[in-house]
Nanobody, 124 residues
Framework: QVQLVESGGGLVQAGGSLRLSCAASGRTFSPNIMGWFRQAPGKEREFVAAISWSGYSTMYADSVKGRFTISRDNAKKTVWLQMNSLKPEDTAVYYC?????????????????WGQGTQVTVSS
């Protein structure tokens, strides 16, 4: 079973930055897609960003494009989400997820493994 543990969440002022990390352990399957999703209270879980096994392909939600950057290190089994120019509407629980696939998909239902989530709160 794959275990995913997120860290790096917290409280930050609007315009600030945070860097989330997600470390995988257990029996991981490769190649795979690693992605980030978020869920705000009363809203559905939404796609934020994803990255291919090689790291060469990335995809971002329009709402975070130009502000967030996803990266990964397969030797460390870790994926990061660098979040800059944060806005109050970015406030949510952020989840790391793994999709055992070679193609990036934005629907959360395709992802096989999930972390516990880390809270990100952006104040105005």
């Amino acid at each position: 079973q794959v275990q995913l543990v997120e860290s790096g969440g917290g409280l930050v002022q609007a315009g600030g930055s945070l860097r989330l990390s997600c470390a995988a352990s257990g029996r991981t399957f490769s190649p795979n897609i690693m992605g980030w999703f978020r869920q705000a209270p009363g809203k559905e879980r939404e796609f934020v960003a994803a990255i291919s096994w090689s790291g060469y392909s990335t995809m971002y939600a329009d709402s975070v494009k130009g502000r967030f950057t996803i990266s990964r290190d397969n030797a460390k089994k870790t994926v990061w989400l660098q979040m800059n120019s944060l806005k109050p509407e970015d406030t949510a629980v952020y989840y790391c997820a793994v999709d055992v696939s070679t193609a990036i998909r934005i629907n959360a239902n395709f992802y096989d493994y999930w972390g516990q989530g880390t809270q990100v709160t952006v104040s105005s």
